[in-house]
Each structure stands twice: as C-alpha cells, then as structure tokens.
C-alpha cells in the first residue's frame, strides 16, 4: 500500500510503498477514503518540540470502509463505512477511567494516526459506524468537529450569553457551530482574514470582525457588550492575550488552538476581570458518537469548510503550500 511517511527532524513528507496491514486480535483493516490535514500535521512535521517523530505514519481525520476484520471483533462487520477516533486507550489507567478522554490515556496500546494511507489496521474500539445519511466526507469531519465540541462544551455556555470565537480555520469555524448549537446568544468570529467572513457566518456567527486597531470597540458594538465567553481557536503566539483582553468581567476563555510556542500573557490583566482559563486536548468516545449521529441535524452543513480534494501523492506539495499563505480551510485527502 501507498502511505505518506514523515522522515523525521522537519524533513519533507514523502509516499512510500508499505506492506498491507494484518488484522491482530480485535483489529479491523479500513480501507481509507478520505483523511483530513490539520494544522497539527503541519506544526508536527516541522522539526519543532512536538513532533511525530522519526519514520512516522500520520493523519488522523480520517474514514473508510471495514475490509477485514481480526479475531474477536463482534460490533462492525465488513462493508461498514467507520470514522476513526485516532487515539487509541487502555480503558484502564487512571486517565481513562477518570475523563474518558483517549487522548489523556496513560498507557495507549499504540497510535491510530494512520490516515494518510491507503490501508489502515486499528482498534475496533475506537470505530463509530456511519449512519446511512452520512457519506465519507462527512466521516473524515467527525474528528475535527469532536475536538471544537469537548473544547466549547467546557466553556458551559448558558443561554443567550455573548460569544466570541478567536479564528477561521476548522477548529474555530465549528466552535462557532457548537456554540450556536449550544444556545449562545450573538456570536462574533473574528479572524485576520477577511475570507473567513462568509464561512463564519454560514457556521452560525452573528458578526465578523477583522484583527485591527478598532477590534475592541467593534466586538462590543456587535455582542451588544463583553464577551460571556471566548473560544481561542488560532493556536498562534499572542492569541490567548488577545482573547484575555476582549474577555469580559468572569468570562471564560477556553483554549482551543494548541499553540505549540511560548505564548506570554498577563495574569494581572486576567485577575482583574476574575477569568476563568480552560486548557483543551482531545476527546471522548462519548462526543465522537454524538458527533457521528448528529451531524446531519444541524442548521449548516459541516462539509462547507471543504476547500479541496487531493490525491495521497499530492499531500506533500499541499503541506508546503499550507505552511505559508494561502486559500485552503480544510483540505481532504483522497484515497
């Protein structure tokens, strides 16, 4: 089979020829349809503190059909189209038994970023069966609309309340439609891109707002006053001070963006409003499951963030375009 490998130490990504996967005992063989690239796999691959490391399969949006199944699997047979909670748990630490959060898990049995290939053996554990309404786009977007709901869920948004989303990408664009979803009263995006603007307000935003010099007195104009409540989708140096400063008094500030750089702020400038700071990874089965069965009821179809569709051989040229400027929101790689 065909799978993009990462050589490690921000080399270029490369496609390489790899056996075809085994099923062991409770593990599944997916024929991949369609992964999702996150800006994770971008900041990963660049050589920084976090990395995947040397010779690493990677790619965790991602969702197929089941082709072969290992002894021991009872729950999914073969032909059921799946979308994959890529962090494989242990079901039994401290973590797991506590959160639920797979990402947390403190003994994972091995890694479920296996997307970017043609074949993948995982976990029956972690698969959620598709409902029929659902296609193989849709699956591939389970993944990143789980992460903005465990993140905005946090944020325990109470009717009606001010809301203020950090971000156009992906994990912002849906904290936008969770928060909508989750009662919010107005919502503002604000983004440095003007682009973002007509996909924020198709998500469920009531505004945008463009970085600026005047970006203060226009959030306020536009809620209507101070944010309630103020999800950081960016994941950029500079961004949870920004979103201390437009916090209201008591407001909460949810961190959604995994910056991976020192990001200074002022506690003093946080005390003086008496915020509450949240800091958010992962997920649990319990939202991936929600996620898959609810996708098709919201006010907005998830798959307008979809900007293109490539093929495997094409992902390392594409991760090169998107480390500089450029137009794509979520790009999908086709097997």
């Not at 063989?29 to 800006?39: E, H, P, Q, S, V």
């Not at 490391?53 to 082709?67: K, M, P, T």
């Not at 973590?95 to 898990?105: D, E, P, R, Y």
Request: charge should be negative.
């Amino acid at each position: 089979m065909k799978a993009a490998i990462y050589p490690g130490h921000g080399k270029p990504v490369t496609i390489e020829s790899l056996p075809d996967p085994e099923p062991g005992p409770g593990d599944v063989i997916i024929k991949i349809a369609r992964c999702g690239i996150c800006g994770t796999d971008i900041s990963f691959t660049k050589g920084g503190m976090f990395d995947f490391g040397e010779n690493a399969q990677f790619g965790h949006e991602y969702a197929g059909e089941i082709v072969a199944n290992g002894s021991g699997v009872s729950r999914l047979k073969i032909g059921d189209r799946v979308a994959v909670l890529p962090s494989v748990a242990c079901g039994t630490c401290s973590s797991c038994k506590s959160h639920g959060n797979n990402v947390l898990c403190q003994a994972s049995p091995g890694s479920g970023m296996l997307g970017f290939a043609e074949y993948a053996k995982i976990s029956e554990s972690v698969l959620t069966r598709l409902p029929q309404t659902l296609s193989m786009a849709d699956g591939a977007l389970v993944e990143p609309m789980t992460i903005s709901l465990y993140g905005t869920k946090f944020a325990r948004i109470q009717p009606g309340e001010r809301v203020l989303v950090l971000g156009g990408g992906a994990v912002a664009l849906y904290a936008i439609y969770w928060a909508r979803r989750l009662g919010a009263g107005r919502i503002v995006a604000m983004s440095r891109s003007e682009r973002r603007k007509a996909m924020s307000l198709e998500m469920g935003a009531d505004a945008f707002v463009p970085f600026g010099d005047s970006e203060h007195g226009e959030v306020i104009e536009a809620l209507g006053g101070s944010p309630d409540v103020v999800l950081e989708g960016v994941g950029a140096e500079g961004m949870m001070m920004k979103a201390i400063s437009h916090a209201g008094q008591f407001a909460r500030v949810i961190s959604l963006g995994f910056c991976t750089s020192p990001d200074p702020l002022i506690p003093g400038v946080a005390s003086f409003k008496c915020l509450s700071i949240q800091f958010i990874v992962g997920y649990s089965m319990k939202e991936f499951i929600y996620v898959a069965e609810q996708m098709d009821k919201g006010h907005v179809d998830p798959k307008a963030i979809i900007t293109n569709d490539i093929p495997l051989v094409d992902l390392p040229r594409m991760m090169e375009i998107l480390r500089g400027p450029n137009e794509e929101t979520k790009v999908h790689v086709c097997m």
